[in-house]
């Protein structure tokens, strides 16, 4: 997709100064075991911040960001190389009660700390290579696409995964596309996951669509022939075989508190 001045997709750039989300609330209030050894759909992953995170401490297998922008498609690939620059060495060592530091097998998986060396070392020095390694270790296990992922499949698609995420995308979706694009967006959600697949969804309320109209004529005249609302989502998705959403809470500050909701596949 060609750059434009406007946002229509809710394609920001600098998202995430905005939205801060290193340790992303939304990821918190998952069930623990959500992303472990699972391979995840990330939907409109903007500069890749969560994608990034789920790949590293949240024991993904494999991450695939996807985004119809392909500036903030290139921003997460840069994301990527830094959130590995800033990863300690993997942790071989645990310290007894005494505080005494003693060697113990290394884990199957191990992962270094995220956070541990400061920005300023990849500044200066520049980012850190990233060596060959198994494909289900960050960063292996995190790529991205460019893809409008509503009307174009991608080749990992394919596969199929265990979690699809939806965050903060649902609008953006509807007020390009219709009612038509949200219900494609869906089934293709459905598609892509195996019985007790988990799409995970982080939708804006319908109020808030108001000021995304005011952005743009095409989503002014959109918004005209909706006639689905949010709160018709639950519906929609048991319709093409997902139970009943559990709600895992509301997270996120000021415009950015938003409810998370979990669908499985039935
Ligand atoms: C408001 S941002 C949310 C970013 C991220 N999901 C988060 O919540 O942290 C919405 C993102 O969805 C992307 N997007 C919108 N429509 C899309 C589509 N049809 N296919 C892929 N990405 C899309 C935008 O480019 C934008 O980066």
Redesign the pocket.
Known sequence: ?APSAV?I????HG??AK?P?VN?P?LEVLPTATFTNKRVL??????G??SCEIAQSHGASKVVG????DM?VRAAWRRRRTVWSAQGPPIDEETDATGTSRKRKRAPNPVGEADYFPASCAHSLGPLPIPPSAPHLFPHNVSFR???????TIPEDEGGYDVV?????T???HL??GDA?LKT?FGRVAAVLPPGGQFVV?SQAWETYRKAKRMDKKLRDMAQGLALRPDDFPRLLAEIGFGEPVRLGSVGDGGFHRPVDLYTKL
């Open positions: 997709m946002p997709h809710g394609n920001y998202y995430y939205r989300s992303d939304r990330d939907v409109g992953c903007n500069e911040w969560v996807v985004d119809i922008d903030l460019t893809a409008d992922w509503v009307n174009d995420l939806g965050f903060s995308i609008k953006w979706i390009n596309g694009a967006f982080e």
